[in-house]
């Protein structure tokens, strides 16, 4: 009877141990999506102080035409104008967290006008992120990573 009840405590608290992994893993995800979502709202928004909080420096922005532009160049071109989001939409995300280092992928709907022409479009999503203090920071994938 002790090695059964034993064994059920055993059992029991390793169920418990793996919920919880997978509880603070949907968290994380939960957490870097959101992060995502904070950042398209910001862009939306103009809110150059979110965005620069949420921006790891010295990250590059790579646009659906291939021109790339650091990050001062690109929160200068939403800060003027010259880059207008309206709306955003993101279709299934899948996120994968190794450690302090996240990726996001999913199909990203964003109505804007950019450089003068308006439209909607449907971009294929790859963002990645790292956890500094704590916090989700957007930022490019680095050799190694995901």
Same mark, same amino acid.
């Given at each position: 009877?002790?090695?059964?009840?034993?064994?059920?405590?055993?059992?029991?608290?390793?169920?418990?141990?793996?919920?919880?992994?997978?509880?603070?893993?949907?968290?994380?995800?939960?957490?870097?999506?959101?992060?995502?979502?904070? *950042?398209?709202?910001? *862009?939306?928004?103009?809110? *150059?102080? &979110?965005?620069?909080?949420?921006?790891?420096?010295?990250?590059?922005? &790579?646009? *659906?035409?291939?021109?790339?532009?650091?990050?001062? %160049?690109?929160? %200068? %071109?939403?800060?003027?104008?010259?880059?207008?989001?309206?709306?955003?939409?993101?279709?299934?995300?899948?996120?994968?967290?190794?450690?302090?280092?996240?990726?996001?992928?999913?199909?990203?709907?964003? &109505?804007?006008?950019?450089?003068?022409?308006?439209?909607?479009?449907?971009?294929?999503?790859?963002?990645?992120?790292?956890?500094?203090?704590?916090?989700?920071?957007?930022?490019?994938?680095?050799?190694? %990573?995901?």
């Amino acid at each position: 009877m002790k090695m059964l009840l034993a064994v059920f405590i055993f059992l029991c608290s390793a169920n418990l141990c793996f919920g919880e992994s997978q509880m603070k893993d949907s968290n994380e995800k939960k957490a870097v999506l959101q992060k995502f979502e904070q *950042m398209q709202q910001a *862009m939306i928004d103009k809110d *150059m102080k &979110t965005l620069n909080r949420i921006v790891k420096e010295g990250t590059l922005f &790579t646009h *659906m035409s291939g021109k790339t532009q650091t990050k001062a %160049e690109f929160f %200068e %071109e939403i800060a003027n104008g010259t880059l207008n989001y309206f709306k955003y939409e993101i279709k299934n995300p899948v996120i994968v967290i190794k450690g302090n280092y996240a990726s996001l992928n999913a199909v990203t709907t964003l &109505t804007a006008k950019v450089y003068g022409i308006s439209g909607t479009w449907s971009l294929n999503t790859n963002a990645f992120f790292e956890k500094i203090d704590g916090e989700w920071i957007y930022c490019n994938k680095k050799q190694g %990573e995901l």
